[in-house]
């Protein structure tokens, strides 16, 4: 009975939090959310000073190796400090082309992506116009897309690999709630889209690595959204007692502590679930995302409420924990729908 | 106990709605359905003055000074159907709603011809000073100082969340006219021109990129000795009498707002399939309950208006609407999915209902957090022990 | 705008309060809960001495004329001492007679219900066997039915008075959760029913006459739980102070009375709405009713909850409230079922 | 980290099942699936000796005691295999799991030698005697008194919610030993034999009609001055102890019986087509997700239960739990309808899930109430200030 780290990843777990703590700082993100999302510097240090971006991907192409555990406990730390970082693009997009892709498709993108070179998105494409291999429609709501060099694109029939600078794909960036990850519509016109060669493994792969990367960071964020809700709560007096002496804010508090524990709970499960090829995975997954999603919502709401006037500020970093939470909530399938996936697992067909 | 209303009120109602539909509907059709409070803002002191001229602009006051003496029910009718008319915000509400009705209760004969024929004309726009940084949901822990120089009182501090700040005329100030007293006490209420180099306002930008709200810093900043409402020290009783004329005739307007967002949301839901989703039904069905109990409560709480009594629905009022306004914004985003999270344009601008969904937070925390709230409805509604004071 | 009580329905509830407190106590609704459920002296007090059995019905049948509202004013104070009676059937075969039954039907039982010499309940029978005026079948969970001489059945098509000493009607009591209100199944072997001259106008009025019963049941019980509760928490003390004066205890009573309210304005929203046959009526009765039951039971929990284990003993009267109050929840349609028709009827057809 | 158990251990589960399923489906077939703490006490007496015989009561205790050392993993195992193969309610859970360790850890040799043997095989049967009518959340505020008269402790006084007192030899009593003391301070641990004429027990009947809990009534009650554990005034550091022992390792088994409740909700849901409702879809994917978080955040909790570090997911393991099984009953009446508030025959006596749904609304309030939960929660493991007590 271990279901608890092992020395190395308490390690990795240090490492990772004091990274994105010193370096993930507001400024640093504000200055990113201003441009396209994404704090370049920040990413290429993680990438080849901190090396952590191959954790999860096979080290015959560049990667570290370890598995989702590993990938969970940073997308952890870095969600915990609501990092402009193209994450969630080497949860979806590399672990598609690692398991699903050609060896030649591996050598051609896996090392790029994990040095930083590239930065990849990914999307499901369900009712766009699939011709063979000819893709013809408008990707929507795609991560970090304006910044992405790859997109992975899937749908119950394959999976393929479009290059941003392929002919006849277009992107249009938007304006988004989170500024930390825009999203972005890519408009393929008739591309030649590259098939990966086991799309059922690359879907898996995409899912999953989403799924686990957008829990854990959700989880990364409730807790930070806690302590730095508990930091204020001892510092903050009125009627001449500090706030967090006042019982109802404590229980709030206490509330968003029980949650937190079982988003925790869930994430590891589904990261341990899926490395070790469990029964169980596909019922930890969307466990996972539906709960941590929504944990995070209630942990961010809190968060300003609990803050009262600055929390609903620009200059208070509140809104950017209650805007990726948002965000979270919808990506890759929302609450309901997961549940949904989890009620026909467990009972049989959907309603 | 009947829903509605009489006939007489009916018919005052058709001429309200007469009126301002001419008036949106014509000379002032371009600031009709106008969200927000900062835009076009000399153009809707036009329509301040518009009102004025028509003795529609504070109706519940008394004939002499602007109004017609109307009845709550009147004042009802008036705010439903100026908003069901499209009518903007109104830019002068702090001026109308709180300065306007104080000074005629407490104010001098010379302050009310001073200041109320430009309240009720929208000439000069007011804002409020009560909160400060460290007086938040502690509204009593004010710092701002004042001291009698000569014929003039100088004031020294900073107030915060002072809306229309930005462009209003005049500010209503409570601050410390004792040295050394605490609390509640040794407060005075003061009302000074915003338009003197002592006063400096910054916009507070809030997370939905928009300001509204903003930090009101007095730097030796003046007013003559009588620009005091009661006496020094009694600035208190003044303001809880400020807060308290809040009566909520302009509720049942608001709630219109309510409804078009409602409105919207089911359009939405329509729109994209998610009409047939029976969990957001579910959620949907919930909203229009709270909407409609929101509107019998109101109409319950003015029905007692004058009663003395400690009214159930009046105190639970402001938690009611402020949480279903949350959880409408939070329904809101779920129905439209990602294409909510996505701007319009480039810039970080918001369509009505995300805007909502992100400025609706603010609504459980400014003029008394849920907190606060629950703590006033246990202890004057349900008679329960105070919360105790840290400080005494 | 007079959305208040006028002085003559503030007179009729300060006298069923009072009549009710003095009368339904705990010891005499606890002895009518170990027989059928319904406390006769209290019942008949209420009908004879009172007088208050005839709101809402006809005076020309021995009613006291009046409407919905009076009968909520009624309603609100008989639940707020969950009293042991068969309230609910006035509210909801009577009104079905006095609205859709002949002149014959109406002089037959109107001035018997009124009167308390016959206790009448309802039930809808959708699903059973119905030919001609014959009816066969076990018609469920029929409140107070095993105390009834006469009910009155509904279905899509029709609306029947059936005499409980009809050849070919048994009726099976059941020990149920709810002893102040049991539930009975009542079987039809090819009965011979009686219709009601109009099915419609009977239907409504049942409809309308149960869920504004049941909702202001549930208003009264609700702020009779509330109240009970405040008074213990003045009482008792823990930890050297008075409950009362913990925070998280005073905001959850302040988050009961903020429902309760909106309670109150919906059992009255609802009666005066169906009392002026508003176009409101039908979205007011199933707001009301989904809305009010939920209050109830959110109220009655608390109860138990805040006196801590006393509160979940026999002895102590909280099990009462608590009990009416899950019995309510699913009577006569449950919430969302009501909510389902709300969004029908604001949105269109059904999902 | 890893989510399952070794090969060992997976090993120590199948011997476990082997042995329970072979006595539960032969000799005990009787009482397997046993429901409640009432029924068949002298059967489930004989199934403690049965166990004890094979070394199974107490696994965790030390050899020389009946136990097998066995590790928290295996602790783990043999409550998830007891609970699978349907092993009735441990008739002297208070025994082996409350008292034994404490004497164990706190006893004397002479102590450990009188009592060990007879909780171990299920002879002696113990209740706890800590709450009292005024000592509900406020544990210390015991008013139950015990003094020494020669070479007995005469004790005086009334606990409440003493379980399974009606069939129990002995009780551990927490008694105020110095007049005049007050809250922890001045508290004696007694061993007290329940067959004596100062003892009085009376059942507590709860709202599902049933009674698993009773007052009991100390009148000149007497034991040996040796009854003690530790010293005398030293009981709360004792009882305190005691209360930590509740490690958690009966989680595991615990969660078998919420497993079979959830799939009973489930069959009904089938049974009567709510399964294809959307609403109770959702309502049981939450339901199923809660649970099998509760698995997972006991299986970290017992990963780390030998490190000293305050544990999140120990702390808010209790309220989880309660707060999840409170909603499961909710769940299940809406799920069974009307049918679900009729008892199966003429008594006051309720099938499995309304049971559940009656007699869970006490899981938020024994063994700390959900508001205490959050209180220890936000202290200790959030640092935020003590709630104040008001006599100090």
Redesign the interface.
């Given at each position: 009975m271990e279901f608890a780290f092992t020395d190395e990843q308490v390690m990795i777990a240090e490492t990772v939090q004091a990274f994105f703590k010193d370096n993930a700082t507001s400024e640093r993100t504000r200055a990113a959310m201003k441009a396209d999302g994404i704090d370049r510097e920040l990413w290429a240090s993680f990438c080849t000073e901190l090396g952590l971006a191959g954790v999860g991907l096979p080290e015959d192409f560049g990667g570290a190796g370890l598995g989702m555990v590993e990938f969970a406990i940073i997308a952890e730390a870095a969600g915990a400090q609501v990092a402009a970082l193209p994450l969630l693009g080497l949860a979806t997009a590399a672990q598609a082309i690692a398991a699903g892709g050609s060896e030649e498709q591996k050598a051609e993108w896996l090392p790029k992506l994990v040095s930083g070179e590239a930065i990849a998105a990914a999307q499901s494409i369900y009712g766009l116009s699939v011709s063979g291999n000819t893709l013809t429609g408008d990707v929507?709501?795609v991560p970090h897309g304006a910044s992405a060099d790859v997109f992975v694109l899937i749908n119950a029939d394959g999976a393929w690999i479009v290059r941003k600078d392929a002919p006849g794909v277009s992107v249009t960036t938007?304006?988004?709630?989170?500024?930390t990850r825009p999203?972005a519509t890519v408009s393929l016109a008739g591309v030649a889209a590259e098939p990966l060669a086991d799309a059922g493994a690359a879907r898996d792969a995409l899912h999953n690595g989403a799924w686990i990367c957008l829990s854990a960071e959700a989880l990364g964020g409730a807790q930070e959204a806690l302590n730095r809700t508990v930091a204020y709560s001892l510092e903050r007096?009125?009627?001449?007692?500090?706030i967090g002496?006042?019982q109802?804010?404590k229980h709030r508090l206490a509330d968003m502590l029980v949650d937190i524990e079982q988003a925790r709970s869930a994430v590891y499960w589904a990261a341990c679930a899926v490395d070790e090829g469990s029964d169980e995975a596909r019922l930890a997954v969307h466990s996972a995302k539906s709960f941590c999603a929504d944990t995070y919502f209630m942990c961010a709401?809190n968060m300003?409420?609990l803050h009262?006037?600055i929390?609903?500020?620009?200059?208070h970093d509140?809104?950017l924990f209650?805007?990726r939470a948002?965000?979270i909530?919808?990506?890759y399938g929302?609450g309901?729908w997961h549940r949904e996936q989890v009620a026909a697992l467990i009972m049989g067909e959907a309603a | 106990?009947?829903?509605?209303?009489?006939q007489a009120?009916e018919q005052f109602r058709a001429e309200c709605a007469a009126w301002l539909q001419s008036q949106l509907n014509g000379d002032f059709a371009d600031i009709k359905g106008l969200p927000g409070m900062n835009s076009m803002i000399e153009r809707r002191k036009d329509w301040e003055q518009r009102l004025a001229e028509n003795r529609w602009s504070v109706i519940g006051w008394p004939e002499e000074w602007g109004g017609r003496n109307a009845t709550?029910?009147q004042q009802?009718i008036f705010a439903e159907e100026y908003a069901r008319a499209g009518g903007p915000n109104r830019a002068n509400h702090i001026g109308v709603e709180l300065a306007g009705p104080t000074i005629l209760a407490f104010g001098t004969e010379e302050q009310k011809a001073k200041f109320l024929p430009g309240i009720a004309n929208g000439t000069q726009i007011w804002c409020q000073g009560y909160?400060e940084p460290?007086a938040?949901?502690?509204l009593a822990?004010v710092r701002t100082k004042a001291r009698l120089e000569g014929d003039e009182w100088v004031v020294n501090g900073q107030k915060?969340?002072t809306s229309l700040a930005h462009y209003s005329d005049w500010i209503f100030v409570v601050a410390r006219s004792e040295e050394g007293s605490k609390g509640p006490k040794g407060l005075t209420f003061l009302m000074m021109d915003m338009h003197q180099p002592g006063v400096e306002v910054r916009p507070?930008?809030?997370?939905n990129?928009d300001a509204e709200f903003n930090e009101t810093f007095f730097e030796d900043a003046r007013c003559p000795a009588d620009s005091l409402i009661g006496t020094p020290g009694d600035g208190w009783r003044v303001a809880m009498g400020l807060l308290a004329f809040e009566r909520g005739v302009s509720t049942l307007g608001q709630q219109m707002g309510f409804r078009n967002e409602l409105d919207a949301i089911?359009a939405a839901?329509?729109t994209n399939g998610l009409?047939?989703?029976?969990?957001i039904?579910?959620r949907?069905?919930?909203a229009?309950?709270?909407l409609?109990?929101?509107r019998?409560?109101a109409?319950?709480m003015?029905?007692?208006a004058d009663s003395a009594q400690i009214d159930?629905?009046a105190?639970?009022y402001k938690?009611?609407w402020a949480t279903w306004r949350r959880d409408l914004g939070e329904l809101a985003?779920?129905v439209l999915?990602?294409a909510?999270?996505?701007?319009e344009?480039?810039?970080?601008e918001?369509s009505a209902l995300?805007n909502m969904?992100?400025f609706g937070?603010?609504d459980?925390?400014?003029g008394g957090?849920?907190?606060i709230?629950?703590?006033i409805?246990?202890?004057r509604?349900?008679?329960?022990?105070r919360?105790?004071?840290?400080?005494?």
């Open positions: 929507q709501f938007h304006t988004t709630m989170d500024q999203l007096v009125q009627f001449g007692r500090q002496s006042y109802a804010y709401g300003i409420q009262g006037g929390g609903f500020t620009w200059e509140a809104h209650f805007k948002r965000s909530l919808s990506m929302n309901d | 106990m009947k829903l509605g209303f009489s009120e709550i029910a009802v909160s460290n938040g949901s502690d822990n915060v969340w507070i930008e809030q997370i990129g089911i839901a329509k009409d047939k989703d029976a969990v039904r579910q949907i069905a919930k229009e309950i709270g409609r109990l929101m019998y409560g109409l319950r003015l029905s007692h159930g629905a105190l639970t938690i009611q985003m779920d999915g990602q909510g999270e996505i701007a344009g480039d810039a970080y918001w995300p969904f992100l937070r603010s459980t925390i400014y957090t849920n907190q709230q629950r703590n409805i246990a202890e509604g349900l008679g329960l022990p919360e105790p004071r840290g400080d005494k």
